[in-house]
Every structure is written in structure tokens, then in C-alpha cells.
């Protein structure tokens, strides 16, 4: 039997920020449109992936990266 890769389907690109009530520790979650996930935990983290990320456009591509 050969393995193959994970294929996910159905979950969209994007941002999501919960936990910024009082007395909670806010979370970020960003899934890049190709597919890298990355997590940030805390107000500065959070904050600073906020302030880094662009939904829609890649920022691990070179392409992406030489135009910036």
C-alpha cells in the first residue's frame, strides 16, 4: 500500500481572533491560502501576526516575497 498526502477540504483561508474579553488570553489562528497554519498565543503575539498577515495574499511563495 503506497501513502498518500492529507487532502483537506471545505476549511477557507483566513483569520480567526477569539479571546479578547477581559481575563482571557486571546488566540489568532491564520491559514494562509496555501495552507500554512500558524498560531499565536498572547496580546503582543496576537498583535504582531494582526499586524504581519494579509488574508488572500501568500507570504511563503518567493514570488510574494521579492514583490514585497
Known sequence: MSEQAARVTGIQPGLAVRGLDREQTPVADWLCACRVHERATGRR???????????????HTTATRKAA
Open 45 to 59: 503575539a496576537v498583535e504582531q501576526l494582526l499586524a504581519r498577515v494579509r488574508v488572500g495574499a501568500c507570504t
